[in-house]
């Protein structure tokens, strides 16, 4: 019992860090887009646009599309010449 207990809790956490490994990227590139961001003239056309993708990314995120997310994020990062 404890070994199936000790298989099941390995599968599971394998599961987990191959999901959570682009999941957690979302965050943590939203909140580069948006320290950049702030640094930044917000009355810019490219700082809003660059904010709003960052929205669309973290929407993305919460609706369990990282992939999506990372890519919306990304491309803010890149409009707003941030540095990866
Ligand atoms: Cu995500």
Excluded: I
Excluded at 44 to 64: I, P, Q, Y
């Amino acid at each position: 019992m404890k070994t199936l207990m000790a298989v099941t809790a390995v599968v599971v956490g394998l599961t987990l860090t191959a999901g959570t490994a682009t999941a957690n990227m979302c965050p943590t590139l939203v909140k580069q887009g948006r320290d950049a961001a702030a640094k930044m003239d917000a009355t810019s056309d490219k700082v809003k646009k660059a904010v709003s993708m960052l929205d669309k990314a973290e929407a993305l995120h919460k609706d369990g599309k990282h992939a999506d997310s990372v890519k919306q994020a990304n491309e803010a990062l890149e409009l707003l010449g941030v540095k990866k």
